[in-house]
């Protein structure tokens, strides 16, 4: 009834979506419509909702509010289960099926063809090899899904879901681990399925293959709709602008002019340094008191970089050296050896120990790096502790109090605390202000630009253009698992990062053809 | 299908360990003595193949040998006793013990409690609940008990094949089927693949858990009433240290510590090797009976050793197509 001003019957309408976890906002007022035989990328970087909105679509979480309805019918899932029944089928990059069982098995786990009781295992693996024939598998349905490669495990997860009547079928980052080759076998299936009425959610972050699959795009950012869009009148530029930038203040670094960063002595320096598969070969220079930012997209290699930097991940070629000499980095031991600190990404699973102390947390690091022998005893950590808390403004002031019950802004002032108590040389900052609230955010900026001017070298991460545009001296922009532009001084600003994160898309479908 | 490599190894090992102790004992190899075997390890037989559907489900029941021993002692009271129909008082025990297994599958799945910790308490509360029945072994004088212990099918070769080796032969077949050609089997091994993903594909993973448990101790009820048949008398501490013996069978037999992979044919070979080592010992009448443990203990570190060599072996395919995808 209301449909009739829209050309194209929907399928699937969400409609005002909120969810908040705790006092994070994860989703805010979004709305999605999925359209019947039509593929929709779904776009964002880290932190956007797209997960979230996927999970609350298929009733992972509960949602605060807003409707979500399918062919016109509200449906309010409280399961991936029950959605699956609705006809809302998910297949996430990790394949949901069990690599234990047969291929056969997996597409009729619990609905297998029976007689007096028994299993009809030929039956089942003549229906299982019929089924996959439709997708263009021709393998041996008795062997463990195990065996198989990823692609076919994917092919496997989307052949059991539209068997079982799904209408809508999301997939979630499904060509991270496909070379080119099975990721044209994914895409041909897909085509075939929106053929027959399917609508598909895409969500990836490889935007060549956005544009290649895609007819529209709906793109979220913090938590909220940045827009819906034709593919094919929607600029690369234009997209990647929708994903990355906010109000786009041409924000210029004020601080950068005023440096002469050529005169500062090198801190760390790596030469052709890369792992294959990783991150291409790159050059870097690290100086003291010099904050080189890294941009680019989601999986552009802005966080292969920074492991690679500190030794959390073992370069295959290049050359790393420290103040000169040149060093071995191969494990995070090597890393806090030579002075280098990592907060990563992800805060809550890779950095704090929720249940220690501020305190414990604080001198975990430096205890590290003493060893066993040399234990702190409870006067220095006190020492330390406090004198950090202070320093870095930690709230509330005790030292005692449990990390897990600190905000997200405080938290990741414990894990810098954590590496400055080490004296570090370099740090690598990735995402700092993550999950923060705006108030803490201007705080973690204004600590990065005081740790630099005591000359510490800093190498931070972040998607916000704007925050690394503010204290970068440098920075290092990356697409495709490569760095492909340096910009300094006055060239830093918002647009020039984008368009070269942008660029040519001839030079990206390189790079993709190489993969 | 699954995890034959494994099994062909147990059956490997069992020939060739019998064959060894042929060569040393001709005797050995005879119906006489094969016989006996399978009638000494009739229970062992038994509650390892419930064991193996609750270790291929990603869990361990540590309850068994106290169920067992709980059997022994409230059949061998029934009967004596309080004067209850010898079938009454086994299809009482049977119901009881299905109860005590489904209670444990219950708190298993509801609190998300690990099985370890939650059979562990069912083996103490077993064990203590028996001790409270008698802490006396209690013998069974009933003539249904003469009888059983008297059937028996000739072998050729002067064999005895006793009626608790054919109720155990029974179960493992029963149990074979059950794991490799029903929906319940096949749930069972989803749950060892893994208990979110299996929820996800729509096994309900809550019942499955209940009906695994039950079974598991509906047997152990089954093993310990074959136990009372073999020893003829109801004793709180019989079968004690039982489920580590049972759970170094269904290892030794090839299924997988971790669950998801495993055979019940397995299980049984697993058992019957460990008969025949006891057998061998008793045979050379020098060695001590500890030996049968020791034995054991080497072959359970060969048998894991070599399942992580073989789970990885499996994992490189995988990794190989992620190296390619990069």
Not at chain 1, 428 to 456: K, Q
Not at chain 2, 246 to 258: K, N, Q, R, S, Y
Request: charged share 20%; proline share 3%; with cysteine.
């Amino acid at each position: 009834m209301e449909n009739s001003l829209d050309p194209v019957p929907s399928l699937l309408e969400v409609r005002g979506i909120s969810k908040s976890f705790g006092a994070v906002r994860a989703l805010q007022e979004v709305d999605f419509t999925l359209r019947a035989g039509e593929i929709h990328a779904l776009l964002g970087e880290n932190g956007a909702g797209k997960s979230t909105l996927i999970k609350v679509i298929t009733g992972v979480f509960p949602r605060d509010a807003g409707i979500v309805r399918l062919g016109g019918a509200e449906v309010a899932p409280r399961s991936a289960k029950a959605a699956l029944q609705a006809g809302i089928a998910t297949v996430y990059q990790e394949v949901n099926l069990l690599p234990n069982l047969s291929v056969a098995q997996n597409l009729f786990l619990d609905r297998q063809p029976m007689r007096f009781g028994i299993v009809r295992e030929a039956e089942m693996r003549r229906r299982a090899k019929t089924l996959l024939a439709g997708f263009g598998l021709d393998i041996d349905v008795a062997a463990p899904l195990g065996s198989y490669s990823v692609a076919v495990q994917h092919v496997t997860a989307i052949a059991r879901a539209v068997d079982l009547s799904a209408r809508v079928l999301i997939l979630d980052e499904p060509t991270a681990s496909l070379d080119r080759h099975e990721v044209e076998i994914l895409f041909n299936i897909m085509r075939q399925l929106a053929g027959r009425g399917i609508g598909i959610v895409f969500v990836s972050h490889f935007l060549d293959q956005v544009y290649e699959i895609s007819d529209r795009i709906t793109v979220l950012r913090n938590g909220r709709l940045v827009g819906e869009r034709e593919t094919a009148s929607l600029p690369r530029l234009e997209l990647i602008r929708m994903m990355l930038g906010r109000e786009l203040a041409e924000t210029t670094s004020a601080r950068a002019a005023t440096r002469e960063h050529q005169a500062r002595e090198v801190c760390a320096s790596f030469e052709n340094y890369g792992k294959a598969g990783y991150v291409a070969p790159f050059d870097l220079e690290l100086r003291h008191g010099e904050v080189v930012g890294l941009a680019g997209l989601l999986g552009s290699g802005r966080t292969e970089t920074a492991r690679l930097v500190f030794g959390a991940e073992r370069a295959d070629r290049g050359q790393a050296r420290v103040e000169g000499a040149s060093v071995r980095l191969h494990t995070p031991r090597d890393g806090v050896r030579h002075g280098f600190g990592y907060c990563p990404e992800e805060r809550k699973t890779d950095g704090i120990v929720a249940d220690l102390t501020v305190r414990e947390n604080i001198v975990l690091a430096l205890q590290a790096k003493r060893g066993l022998h040399r234990p702190l005893s409870r006067r220095e950590q006190d020492e330390i502790a406090r004198r950090y808390v202070k320093m870095l403004d930690i709230r509330p002031a005790d030292p005692e109090r449990p990390v897990g019950l600190l905000s997200g802004g405080n938290q990741q002032k414990v894990l810098l605390a954590r590496w400055l108590a080490t004296s570090p040389r370099l740090l690598v900052l990735d995402e700092p202000t993550r999950g923060i609230d705006v108030g803490a955010h201007a705080e973690i900026i204004r600590l990065i630009r005081d740790l630099c001017d005591d000359g510490l070298a800093l190498l931070v991460i972040s998607s916000e253009l704007d925050e690394i545009v503010t204290y970068s001296d440098r920075v290092v922009v990356l697409r495709d698992r490569a760095h492909v532009d340096e910009l300094t001084g006055e060239a830093i600003d918002v647009t020039n990062i984008l368009a070269a994160i942008a660029a040519d898309g001839a030079a990206a479908v390189a790079h993709e053809g190489r993969a | 299908m699954k995890g034959l490599p494994p099994v062909l190894i147990t059956a490997i090992v069992l020939v060739a360990g019998f064959a060894l102790c042929a060569v040393q004992f001709p005797n050995i190899a005879s119906t006489r003595v094969v016989g006996n075997l399978l009638t000494d390890n009739a229970f062992l037989g038994i509650v390892a193949t419930g064991m193996t559907f609750v270790i291929i489900s990603g869990g361990i029941d540590l309850s068994v040998g106290s169920v067992i021993g709980f059997t022994t002692v409230f059949v061998a009271l029934a009967i004596e006793r309080w004067g209850v129909p010898p079938l009454v008082a086994f299809v009482a025990v049977l119901a009881l013990s299905a109860a005590f297994g489904a209670a444990m599958g219950a708190v298993i799945h509801v609190f998300d409690l690990p099985p370890f910790i939650v059979t562990l308490a069912g083996m103490f509360l077993a064990r203590g609940a028996s001790f409270l029945l008698s802490t006396e072994s209690v013998p069974i004088t009933a003539p249904v008990y003469s009888t059983v212990s008297d059937f028996a099918l000739r072998l050729p070769g002067g064999g005895r094949l006793t009626a608790i080796a054919i109720i155990m032969l029974l179960i493992v077949i029963g149990g074979a089927l059950l794991l490799h050609l029903t929906r319940f089997g096949a749930n069972v091994y989803a749950l060892g693949g893994s208990r979110a993903t299996a929820s996800l594909m729509g096994v309900a993973v809550g019942k499955m858990t209940v009906k695994i448990y039950m079974l598991s101790s509906f047997l152990a009820g089954i093993a310990g009433i074959v136990f009372s048949f073999y020893t003829s008398a109801g004793y709180s501490l019989s079968a004690v240290g039982v489920e580590l013996d049972t759970i170094a069978a269904v290892v030794i037999g090839g299924t997988l510590l971790t669950g998801g992979q495993g055979s019940v044919i397995g299980t049984f070979l697993g058992v019957l090797i460990q008969g025949l080592i006891q057998t061998y010992i008793n045979f050379d009448g020098t060695l001590s009976s500890w030996w049968t443990k020791i034995a054991t203990g080497v072959l359970l570190f060969a048998f894991i050793a070599l399942q992580q060599a073989l789970v990885a072996v499996a994992r490189r395919p995988v990794a190989r197509s992620a190296g390619a995808a990069s």
